[in-house]
């Protein structure tokens, strides 16, 4: 099949099922926060942030659930600026309870931002760290990570084609594609990384889910136009 989406990315046949701004409050009714976060629309585009000081650790950090359920496969794409660092930032997708149950049951321990509760816990999901500048080795070498969970598989890693904020002057389009086995990411329609999970090594493939931001502070970013294909 020929691919025409963004950049030729996307699969031709591939169509919107799922769009939004991100442009303000009832843009993200339903959307679930987890750990001590703070939303904003200084700008109409979605600000992020942590509302405790990074010098708490891990339970500084924050994730942002988008409720909806999305099928196995499908594109996701959205518009990425950071304005504070240093921090790193992560997309969570194909997210479900263990059992596969729906991300929120509330039979699940409940979860605050701390990451070990996200690739030790009792959910399983691939996770892209796209932004990686929390860390003095992370700010002397930047690359973009894949891992798998449960676990913290990392599967996939290639070199990270974004500026430091200083250098920033507009926000970065990012293209998640999950097509099957395969699972690729780029920026600004370049491609950076494409893994094929086996579906053995590192457990059974994963379908369906939730995808959600991630956020270690102190970094501040800014969130758009969030779309999702699929067929």
């Keep these: ?20 701004p991100l442009a303000s ?70 997210a479900k309870g263990e059992g596969g149950k729906d991300l929120f049951d509330s039979t699940l321990a409940r979860r605050t931002g701390e990451y070990d509760q996200y690739h030790h816990g009792q959910i399983d999901t691939y996770h892209i760290s796209y932004f990686r500048r929390r860390w003095v080795e992370e700010r002397k070498f930047h690359t973009c990570n894949l891992r798998k969970s449960y676990g913290f598989h ?35 329609e370049l491609p950076i990384f494409t893994w094929i999970d086996d579906g053995e090594t590192y457990g059974p493939l994963l379908t369906g889910g939730k995808i959600g931001f991630r956020q270690m502070a102190p970094l501040m970013a800014e969130y758009s136009n969030l779309t999702v294909f699929g067929q």
């Excluded at 990315?9 to 799922?18: D, F, N, R, S």
Aim: include cysteine.
């Design 1 to 20: 099949m020929q691919d025409t989406g963004i950049g030729g990315l996307i699969p031709e046949a591939w169509k919107p099922i799922y769009h939004n």
């Design 25 to 94: 409050t009832s843009d993200i009714a339903g959307f679930q926060m987890e750990g001590a976060g703070a939303v904003s629309f200084p700008l109409q585009r979605m600000r992020l942030e942590s509302t405790i000081h990074a010098e708490a650790g891990q339970q500084a950090n924050v994730v942002l659930w988008c409720p909806e359920e999305f099928p196995a496969d499908l594109a996701v794409s959205w518009d990425f600026r950071p304005l504070r660092e240093p921090g790193l930032a992560i997309l969570f997708i194909a």
């Design 154 to 188: 990392l599967v996939a890693q290639a070199a990270d084609p974004l500026p430091d904020v200083s250098d920033m002057t507009e926000a970065y389009r990012m293209l998640v594609v999950k097509r099957g086995p395969m699972l690729s990411f780029a920026i600004n």
